[in-house]
């Protein structure tokens, strides 16, 4: 029985760490399709004096969705639950792909994985599903399986809302989404200009009311102003800080976004480099994982918790 039980706690923790690792690359929100082309408005966009935040941020959001992928370092806290850094790089032409090494810093995750072996795990993004390589003491307990594979469909089905949610952030979000998000706060301001990784950039931020979401008129179709909505609300947010800078290609250097969640407050920070860089993530060897859906199912467990 305490063998089973230590496995069912392996997969909790399991679970737990490919809904943390989707946090470190994405944003609460995120959701739908951007449109248009990145190459449009280019040649006055970056004359901030004379063109209006909304219309330099759709060209931001444009430029930065049709670039296609990016090197991505980020840092994330979320309440006592976890804190944590990402480093990798991700593409999105079409669905998110990519490697990124995720690093639990402090919070109860942390101290979980710090149980199983390790505070670092890797972790890949495929078309059809999300893989996190764990620890050797971790795979003690799984047939001696390192890699987990996470089916998009498969959390969808088993974990319900939560799982569908995780499902659609895993597969949609991309840099561009922060954007997004500044363009429905219907506020939109533009700060200043700020140097940021070396670069001139120019700093908007913005407040997202979740209930007023689907009023404001954020230059975002209806079906954009509902999935962020529909994203935000899943997730416990009610309101939600954005802050984006933007270089003088139009492209997305530096996030961040802070908002009260079901599991405590969120701060994220993320930043941007290399765009178009070359991003490449194989499937790990079938006989070194093990799927998340089968786990459940052989070790009893049910949901995304134990």
């Not at 496995?7 to 923790?13: F, H, W, Y």
């Not at 961040?256 to 790990?284: C, F, I, L, W």
Request: charge should be positive.
């Amino acid at each position: 029985m305490k063998s089973r039980q230590v496995r069912r706690t392996a997969v909790s923790i399991a679970v737990a760490a490919a809904l943390t690792g989707v946090a470190a690359c994405s944003s609460a929100g995120g959701s739908g399709s951007s449109g248009g082309s990145g190459k449009e408005d280019r040649a006055g966009s970056r004359a901030a004096t004379r063109v209006s935040p909304v219309a330099a941020l759709r060209s931001a959001e444009r430029s930065t969705d049709s670039a296609d992928s990016a090197r991505v370092r980020s840092t994330t806290t979320m309440g006592s639950l976890l804190s944590m850094t990402t480093n990798g790089s991700l593409a999105w032409d079409d669905g998110i792909t990519g490697t990124v090494t995720i690093t639990y810093t402090g919070g109860s995750t942390a101290e979980l994985m710090r149980r199983l072996g390790t505070t670092s795990m890797e972790a890949r993004y495929l078309p059809d599903a999300y893989y996190a390589k764990m620890s050797d003491t971790f795979a003690a307990q799984t047939g001696g399986k390192h890699w987990i594979r996470y089916g998009y469909g498969d959390l969808a089905s088993v974990a319900g809302g939560s799982g569908a949610l995780l499902k659609d952030q895993m597969q949609n979000t991309t840099p561009n989404k922060s954007v997004q998000m500044l363009l429905a706060s219907g506020d939109v301001k533009r700060v200043g200009e700020e140097k940021v990784d070396g670069q001139a950039t120019t700093h908007y931020a913005g407040t997202v009311n979740v209930a007023d979401l689907a009023g404001q008129s954020s230059s975002l179709t209806a079906s954009q102003l509902a999935g962020l909505k529909k994203q935000l609300t899943q997730a416990g947010v009610s309101t939600e800080t954005v802050d984006i800078w933007v270089n003088a290609q139009d492209l997305l250097v530096k996030k961040t976004e802070k908002a009260d969640t079901a599991n405590g407050t969120m701060t994220q920070t993320a930043h941007y480099s290399d765009y178009g860089v070359k991003v490449s993530a194989r499937k790990p060897p079938a006989g070194d994982t093990a799927d998340f859906k089968t786990l459940l199912k052989t070790q009893g467990a049910s949901g995304l918790t134990s």
